[in-house]
């Protein structure tokens, strides 16, 4: 694995890592958790989210009003401010701004490719990767080489001089859970410029991550890493069934030649923030959980599923706890990350003051999966903790929570990890996921009201068990 | 329970009671799985769907080609021609088609609704029920009275006199199985006009049957049982955001006269068929598996989720035996009934052959939940088959099928009930399933492909261990 890509593989690591369950002889934890209160609080949680939840309005604003959150636009500026006077409206006891430099990378003018086939010409669907250089003005036109994966691409050597190179790998679509099916695929994205820039590669095509065939482009992160800048080239995105279409036009006419310019830049690091806001526990106010999403979003959708339910589903928890009366012991805060899905600069920071301020972390919750309908949690804790939760299972299963497995939790929480912390990733359905994932169909009428509140009030009811269960005393240091 | 609509209450019932696991000191069945050849054989079923799977194009040319395929309609006949066909494509041993006469009601022009509230003419989404008169050509216009319930309607008494009633009981969003807050309203929907007719009412509107607040009238069936002609009164459904609207007008002005106006009939009785195909057991030929969905649709919409998804899953059941050469010990036998929807002529049709023919089956399983994503099933059976279907949650939970509850399965294969037989549903999730259900939004663009191949897969894994495993020789008369 090269160098250059270790951040996107740390941060799908930690989304959706296989489970890691440990055969070990140590003895089921055995706890004593008040089932009957239990079950009577976390029904009342799914009731009033139910019939008085506020996250699916939440989301009509955010993303009607404002609309895409693309780190350095105007719209994840906005997005800020509605976010802090929203977290104000939802009563939390204090609301913050956290300052932090983002990357600025705009797309410019709308992309074209196209080639020409059998004396037809063929328009791809194309858009270029966040991070991408642009083309020179007048376009790229060269020959095409097709390699379905990352692994094949490393030994084109001269193979790929002068060519445009088309990674087609495309997802296994035999594995259910479709988050794995991008884990086997998104280094082409993320790593096919910097691995075929060396050979004289004029450019990259890279095949739309997503499970179907359909006419959309999939964007999404790529990077240079440590190349040498004069190795840079142009990487774009093309909708799957241009590139099954391509594939098979290669076959007949291996030598046509393909078009594409695409006029995005990098522009100087820009200021944007985290939004912060928390409830002060009653018992160890210095003892924190951290419930949080991603406020930024691609461009090219409205960022509805990525990961505007998220942040709605993450204040939902907060609105859900002081409407069902529940004093966390804890502190219960809300973070809005800023930036993750090219550069997790706002993670990072969250990450890196809270050590600064010695601020006690005992676990931490991330919703960046989607808004579709309940499935469980994935936990990333010590031995102790992950049983503890995996205990609760007869609470949580009559809501369709059954999948609470080891594995990852989320790239904005992943920095937080140390020996104590207990980190869980919400997990809704994921068939649908891939469908808008970083697409212009990633908009507001795919989120179903429903689904997006029972997600609300299953994060709600496993804070709710956290902070009044967790083994922080035990286990953590002092 | 007044009587006119027992046929309904029992489809409701079948379609999705409560559990009703009995709590015995009977000990739990041990089965002798072979864990290894069994849950291999399951990913390869799974596998085959996912990547060879047939049903989503077929769904496409059903509902895009054919479109809605109401009980004596156009479209049903021609379903009946495109069923036959491709039952004999996939290589079913025998295809043949069951004469059936089926009730024909015809909606007639579209429907018109409205009333002037504060000077401003208010139009309501509004359409026929399927079985409903229809109003004089002038249409009618009366006061409105509206009840919560078919409870109160029952008392209503002089009240309704020549008045509108308006049925106004919304689902109860705190049930986490939509099909329950569906149970609890469509009463009002089937039963409202029987029980206010002999007050001298003179129409019924009814809020539509969904979760949520849309702009679309849903429709469905009424009767009005053994009420004389002359009691007959036309009934509406509106959209639920015209219901809503409309009770918070009434509140201000409960004299506002409503208009509606429908030109609905039912013709005579029209000549239909259940399609029906098979593959020969090895073993048993003459013990037969069911497998099946309804053919007949709503006419709003083109009828996907309701039961094109059913129909295309059950053939395709057949489709994935094949392809991964499973030789059915049991005769399997795909069933397309017709008429589910406003008769259940085709399911009684069926039944009274099988019995007439002494035919033995041995187990049947129904699609007719929509084609979302896969969460379990429901199981009508004796103890011992249902605990032996229970003992297979190790081998199904790797696909989401955790809810493996006794219940009802469905109103298509409800009449096979008798001591013996295993009647089973196939229960995809359900947050979504109201939202299209009878309305004109139930069409193809809804149903996603691998949650369409995911049910496919679960359906044909359950009837592979059925047909391998059921206690069928023990438990059966000779």
Redesign the interface.
């Known amino acids: 694995m090269t160098k250059f890509y270790t951040p996107l593989i740390i941060a799908i690591f930690l989304l959706f890592s296989c489970s890691t369950e440990k055969k070990t002889a140590t003895p089921i934890v055995t706890t004593s958790i008040d089932y009957k209160k239990d079950s009577t609080q976390i029904k009342h949680i799914?009731?009033t989210a139910?019939?008085k939840g506020k996250s699916y309005e939440w989301l009509r604003d955010l993303t009607t009003n404002i609309g895409s959150r693309l780190s350095g636009s105007e719209g994840a500026a906005k997005s800020v401010i509605w976010s802090e006077k929203l977290m104000k409206e939802v009563g939390l006891d204090s609301v913050w701004l956290q300052p932090v430099m983002v990357p600025h990378w705009v797309r410019g003018e709308k992309e074209v490719a196209n080639y020409t086939f059998n004396g037809e010409k063929i328009n791809v669907p194309v858009c270029a990767l966040g991070g991408s250089i642009a083309t020179p003005k007048e376009g790229i036109t060269a020959e095409i080489i097709e390699v379905k994966s990352l692994e094949e691409a490393k030994s084109l050597g001269e193979k790929a001089k002068d060519k445009i190179v088309f990674f087609n790998g495309a997802f296994d679509?035999?594995l259910?859970n479709?988050f794995r099916a991008y884990g086997g695929c998104v280094g082409q994205r993320y790593g096919g410029a910097a691995t075929v820039g060396k050979f004289g590669a004029k450019a990259v095509i890279v095949r739309s991550m997503t499970?179907?065939i359909d006419d959309y482009p999939h964007t999404g992160s790529m990077g240079y890493g440590d190349i040498p800048k004069s190795e840079y080239i142009p990487t774009a995105a093309i909708s799957s069934r241009a590139a099954e279409n391509l594939s098979k036009h290669l076959k007949e006419s291996p030598n046509l030649k393909f078009f594409f310019k695409q006029s995005c830049k990098t522009l100087p690091d820009a200021p944007s923030h985290n939004v912060v806001g928390e409830i002060k526990g009653s018992e160890n106010p210095d003892k924190i959980l951290v419930i949080g999403g991603h406020l930024d979003s691609w461009d090219l959708g409205d960022g509805a599923h990525d990961d505007g339910t998220g942040i709605v589903q993450s204040l939902e928890v907060a609105y859900l706890l002081k409407k069902n009366n529940i004093k966390p012991k804890n502190t219960i805060r809300i973070v809005f990350f800023m930036n993750e899905e090219n550069g997790l600069r706002g993670a990072t920071e969250y990450a890196r003051l809270a050590k600064k301020h010695g601020e006690l972390h005992i676990g931490a919750l991330e919703s960046d999966a989607g808004g579709?309908?309940p499935?469980g949690f994935s936990i990333d804790a010590n031995e102790k903790n992950r049983k503890l939760l995996q205990s609760w299972k007869k609470l949580l299963?009559?809501?369709?929570l059954?999948d609470i497995t080891a594995g990852g939790s989320g790239a904005d929480i992943g920095p937080l990890k140390d020996d104590h912390v207990t980190l869980v990733g919400y997990r809704p359905?994921s068939?649908?996921y891939f469908?808008y994932h970083h697409a212009a169909t990633d908009t507001f009428d795919k989120v179903?009201?429903?689904?997006l509140e029972?997600g609300s009030a299953s994060m709600t009811s496993i804070v709710y068990l956290m902070d009044k269960y967790l083994y922080n005393n035990e286990t953590l240091k002092p």
Do not use: M, S
């Open positions: 799914f009731n139910l019939t679509n035999t259910i479709t499970n179907g579709h309908t499935r299963a009559p809501y369709g059954h359905d068939q649908r469908d179903n009201k429903r689904e029972l």
